[in-house]
């Protein structure tokens, strides 16, 4: 048996054992090292570290080594403090440290002591046999005067002494100041790794957020109480419904087809593919908002992705009104021309030379206005396909507004007037042939919209580095709600008298592509009872 250490030796050997323990932090480490210090000077064929938990009573073996092997934890099952038996229990019972020299004799009389061999076999002596151990050494661990733990060291052939029990006291202060180390270190790592996952998760949520708020579709999700829980916005600029009045609230709450939302559109689950559904809803400032809805259930919630359709809808409305113009200005004319084609084919008509030229300057007129309908939605048709390309050249545009106004002049209609008023201002830099287009367009419909006795008024002017023609009419004007959309494709003024005159829809918008892509603006400033004025701005050639 070796001598015990002298009092300088354990001095140094507590001193080595705190500054050694303290290097690390990692419990493992610790465990192993404290194994090693401890060998020095308290030989020993096991050790065992468990740690006790005061609400739950349970003993948890943390390390364990046998016989020259570390043992895998997961071999001792948590034990239960116990009350008058078991060397452990007494320890942490108590608070005090057990020095016990024969273990056999011990469990004869009282007691239970567990054997542990270097496959980590536990055995519950006496009742599974005679012990392997010799002598043993229980030590509780503190922490605040507070038992934490407790470490159990044997051996097989010493005979422990006060001494060494003494020795091992202030070994596992040492060990029970590391691990508290240790295991904050632990903490501290996890509370750190936590929040950043938190963070992780915080933006990402916030990216997700962004993204959603940058996407051209409306975006909400509704819980299962049927309210709004995110409004992106998307959503707040197509229904004109701010985020933060949204927000909240149920959806029911928000109008006239928001709650008919819910039993309309079907809800898909993630892996499924959604079908749109389209109805109109109540926004702000429109009075007919078509919205085409699809739904998707995500958790507790269910997320909602909408499109505007109102302007599709219009459109199709709109292709299916231009249908039905087009065929009634191409039969229009073309009944006229049969017509007139048939009276002058019969020879026993006698008709006079005045009438006969009569019937020829109708067919003329009204070829030329198929002409015209049929120019009209082959030129918006290559101006869709962009097949229109404009020649930005000097032009006189006050010689071109002329040769417009000399045009139009003799199918002027009954005392309808048509003067221009020109200052003077040079060339501009556009096309030729798409300007006369475009003054055409404007002045044949300010002549439509003016009543008998009526004047259309084309006039020039400099406006610094651009030159402006103002087509002005004295008519009835345009009503506010529809100057929006006058150069919109296909749209049609529900004027009565526009509608009388005819027309596709197209000749404004075909305006105002023309215009843009001789680099200009066309513009109108209208109102009911006080007439119109179209104007196309162009850059000045100098």
Not at 87 to 105: C, F, H, K, N, Y
Not at 162 to 170: F, V, Y
Not at 182 to 191: G, I
Not at 456 to 466: A, E, M
């Amino acid at each position: 048996m070796p001598e015990p250490l002298s009092e300088i030796a354990a001095a140094r050997l507590l001193l080595e054992a705190a500054r050694y323990l303290g290097e690390t932090l990692e419990p493992e480490r610790v465990y192993v090292r404290f194994r090693e210090i401890a060998a020095e000077a308290i030989p020993h064929d096991g050790v065992i570290v468990s740690s006790f938990d005061a609400e739950s009573q349970l003993i948890t073996c943390d390390y364990a080594w046998a016989d020259g092997r570390t043992l895998d934890i997961a071999a001792f099952p948590p034990l239960r403090l116990r009350e008058g038996i078991g060397m452990q229990s007494e320890a942490i019972r108590t608070g005090e440290p057990l020095l016990v020299e024969d273990v056999a004799a011990r469990v004869r009389d009282s007691g239970t002591y567990y054997d542990v061999d270097s496959e980590g076999r536990m055995r519950k002596v006496p009742d599974e046999g005679a012990p392997l151990a010799q002598s043993a050494l229980m030590v509780p661990v503190k922490h605040e005067r507070t038992v934490v733990g407790v470490v159990q060291l044997w051996s097989d052939d010493i005979v422990y002494d006060p001494s060494h029990l003494e020795l091992a006291e202030g070994i596992v202060a040492q060990l029970g100041a590391a691990i508290r180390n240790a295991r904050l270190h632990e903490e501290r790592l996890r509370l750190e790794a936590a929040a950043a996952a938190a963070r992780a998760a915080a933006f990402e949520r916030e990216r997700a957020a962004q993204i959603l708020d940058t996407v051209g579709d409306g975006i909400f999700s509704v819980d299962d109480r049927g309210v709004v829980t995110f409004w992106n916005r998307a959503a707040e600029r197509i229904t004109a419904l701010p985020a933060a009045a949204v927000r909240g609230r149920e959806l029911a709450a928000l109008g006239a087809g928001w709650q008919a939302l819910v039993e309309a559109v079907p809800v898909a689950d993630v892996a499924e593919a959604a079908r749109p559904v389209a109805f109109p809803v109540e926004a702000a400032g429109a009075p007919e908002l078509w919205l085409s809805f699809v739904a998707v259930r995500r958790e507790a919630e269910v997320v909602y992705a909408f499109q505007d359709v109102t302007r599709v809808r219009a459109l199709d409305q709109a292709k299916d009104d231009l249908i039905a113009t087009v065929s009634h200005e191409l039969r229009t004319p073309m009944t006229a021309v049969v017509g007139a084609a048939h009276t002058l084919l019969h020879r026993d008509l006698d008709e006079s030379p005045e009438r006969r030229r009569e019937l020829l300057e109708m067919i003329v007129s009204q070829a030329e206005r198929l002409a015209r309908v049929a120019d009209a939605v082959l030129l918006a048709g290559r101006i869709d396909r962009d097949a229109v390309t404009a020649e930005r050249e000097p032009v006189d545009v006050e010689a071109v507004a002329a040769a417009t106004i000399d045009a139009l002049r003799p199918s002027l209609r009954g005392t309808v007037t048509l003067e221009a008023r020109f200052g003077g201002v040079g060339e501009a830099l556009a096309d030729r042939d798409l300007l006369q287009q475009v003054l055409m367009n404007l002045v044949d419909n300010a002549v439509k919209h003016v009543a008998d006795g009526g004047s259309v008024v084309v006039g020039t002017r400099r406006d610094g580095g651009r030159i402006r023609i103002d087509v002005s009419d004295d008519g009835v004007g345009i009503p506010p709600d529809e100057v929006p959309h006058l150069f919109e494709k296909f749209f049609r003024s529900s004027w009565s008298q526009a509608r009388v005159l005819g027309g596709t829809g197209l000749g404004l918008y075909i305006c105002r592509e023309l215009t843009e892509r001789m680099g200009g603006a066309v513009a109108v400033d209208s109102a009911p009872g006080r007439g119109s004025t179209f104007s196309v701005t162009l850059p000045a050639a100098s």
